[in-house]
T-cell receptor, first 114, second 110 residues
Framework: NAGVTQTPKFQVLKTGQSMTLQCAQD?????MYWYRQDPGMGLRLIYY???????DKGEVPNGYNVSRLNKREFSLRLESAAPSQTSVYFC?????????????FGDGTRLSIL | GENVEQHPSTLSVQEGDSAVIKCTYS??????FPWYKQELGKRPQLIID?????GEKKDQRIAVTLNKTAKHFSLHITETQPEDSAVYFC?????????FGAGTRLAVHP
């Protein structure tokens, strides 16, 4: 049972390039989340999808877009990468959107923007 | 919206001592409070959680206490071991999402 799988694990981009981070879960969870983690700032929510077909902004959505492709997959897109988006990105999922269910995290994507 | 503050930011203890990490939250409607452990280069992993209808929960050497009136909750680790060294994050529910504290880096010295 893989849980939450993120691809790629590492990526280096040049300023202005675009890319999509992929996330898939095999736990039949309804809710999925994208976070970024910067030193000393904990985990900040970028976007989330409470259920298939819905997406909402989190704390730091600027510069990102998301797509809930189906129940299993939730992708994060950087349209025009900036150095300020250098970070570690984590995808997570939870059973539902009630807010009182544990979130399960993927291994993260380490993204550097030059 | 919810705001979560976590203290201390770093904590150093001797092996066998206890460690306590404290978090405060702002929204009295929050009803779920998980704690995550993140080892260097790894994913955050849930270690214990508590819901607002419970004041304390224990799992072996780890316990969490919740004071709803004061809006704070704490993680207690007893008989610390070197493998407890990691960054610990608290979180509080905010409707249908979690808001995380900034983290505490715990170092356990042999």
């Amino acid at each position: 049972n893989a849980g939450v799988t993120q691809t790629p694990k590492f990526q280096v981009l040049k300023t202005g390039q675009s890319m999509t981070l992929q996330c898939a879960q095999d736990m039949n969870h309804n809710s999925m989340y994208w976070y970024r983690q910067d030193p000393g700032m904990g985990l900040r929510l970028i976007y989330y999808s409470a259920s298939e077909g819905t997406t909402d902004k989190g704390e730091v959505p600027n510069g990102y877009n998301v797509s809930r492709l189906n129940k299993r997959e939730f992708s994060l897109r950087l349209e025009s990468a900036a150095p300020s988006q250098t970070s570690v990105y984590f995808c997570a999922s939870s059973a539902d959107y009630s807010g009182d269910q544990p979130q399960h995290f993927g291994d993260g994507t380490r993204l550097s923007i030059l | 919206g919810e705001n979560v503050e976590q203290h201390p930011s770093t904590l150093s203890v001797q092996e066998g001592d206890s460690a306590v990490i404290k978090c405060t939250y702002s929204d009295s409607a929050s009803n779920y409070f998980p704690w995550y452990k993140q080892e260097l280069g790894k994913r955050p992993q849930l270690i214990i959680d508590i819901r607002s209808n419970v004041g304390e929960k224990k799992d072996q050497r780890i316990a969490v206490t919740l004071n709803k009136t004061a809006k704070h909750f704490s993680l207690h680790i007893t008989e610390t071991q070197p493998e407890d060294s990691a960054v610990y994050f608290c979180a509080a529910s905010d409707f249908n999402k979690l808001i995380f504290g900034a983290g505490t880096r715990l170092a356990v010295h042999p």
